[in-house]
């Protein structure tokens, strides 16, 4: 009998101490109540607790939970229907209200989530849902978090995963964005045969404007070059007038030139006695040509310096 009464003692103290231990593990909470009010929230380690007083009533974790948001239809504001999807991704921080606050906080939450994305896309034009998902993304975390705190929720962001348009609207946006690309295509052809025409102008401009240049430095050459051989001509003329009268002054100059031009007036009369076409006048008085020799010795007489 004493034995049987020990087992006894023994089971009994078993279940006491299994029901008045309890572990929590590491980012979870446990919500416990005494004598059925809240009574305190367990953390992580080792918790003693008065059995068949205390009970665990929630078990919540602390992690961050990905919720996928089922697909709805919502109308934009052109009245265009669209077929949203998204995930949500949200954290317990208050254990005591995610357990009173609202008797299921993961379909609350994910009501909350359709109905705020009809609200946010229904003021928006189709068009704009494409270029706006952020903003949308921001707007429905902002909706829901503000509810959510008497939940013990926090929304940390929601993602919209899919956005499908109806058939017909679908192969409408396909014919804008080819029509688009072509526009585009044909105004980028155009500028490239504007600014080929441009460059193919400008290297003409260039290269007549090089060609003058180059015309006009051969014209300047071509005269500096003339002048510079007129300068030398007259120069080496100039010399020669001047070595010639230097001659002159000398003794015996003036019989020289009288006997240079005697050879020349003689000269003279050959070439032209030569000529067959020409008729030659000799003169009745050949003393005339020693006139003008004469002559032209009292010339150079008169320009000798005195």
């Keep these: 009998m004493s034995s049987y009464v020990a087992l006894i003692l023994i089971v009994v103290v078993a279940i006491f101490v299994v029901r008045s231990l309890k572990v929590v593990p590491q980012q979870h909470a446990w919500v416990v109540e005494r004598l059925g009010k809240y009574h305190a929230t367990l953390t992580p380690g080792l918790n003693i607790l008065i059995p068949f007083v205390d009970r665990v009533a929630y078990k919540h974790s602390l992690k961050e939970i990905p919720l996928d948001v089922p697909s709805q239809i919502c109308i934009t ?46 003021k928006l034009e189709l068009d704009k849902t494409f270029e706006e998902r952020d903003i949308i993304n921001a707007q429905v975390v902002q909706a829901i978090d503000e509810a959510a705190l008497n939940w013990g929720v926090k929304v940390l962001r929601y993602e919209i995963k899919d956005l499908t348009p109806p058939k017909e609207i679908l192969h409408a946006m396909q014919s804008q964005i080819t029509a688009e690309r072509e526009k585009r295509a ?64 000398q003794p015996g100059g003036e019989q020289a030139v ?45 320009v000798k310096p005195s």
């Design 77 to 122: 504001r052109d009245n265009t229907q669209l077929q949203v999807d998204g995930i949500l991704y949200f954290q317990v921080t208050d254990p005591m209200r995610a357990s009173y606050g609202s008797s299921n906080y993961i379909v609350a939450v994910t009501q909350l989530a359709q109905t705020s994305l009809r609200s946010v896309i229904g």
């Design 186 to 249: 044909l105004i980028a052809a155009s500028e490239g045969r504007r600014q080929e025409q441009i460059n193919i102008a400008t290297g003409e401009r260039e290269a007549f404007i090089a060609r003058s240049e180059g015309e006009k430095q051969s014209i300047i050459n071509n005269a500096q070059g003339q002048a510079a051989s007129i300068t030398a001509v007259a120069e080496a003329t100039a010399q020669a007038i001047e070595r010639i009268a230097a001659a002159i002054r």
């Design 258 to 302: 009288q006997l240079k031009v005697a050879e020349r007036a003689v000269d003279a009369y050959s070439k032209v006695a030569a000529d067959a076409t020409t008729t030659l006048i000799v003169p009745s008085n050949m003393a005339e040509t020693s006139a003008l020799i004469a002559s032209a010795m009292r010339m150079v007489q008169g």
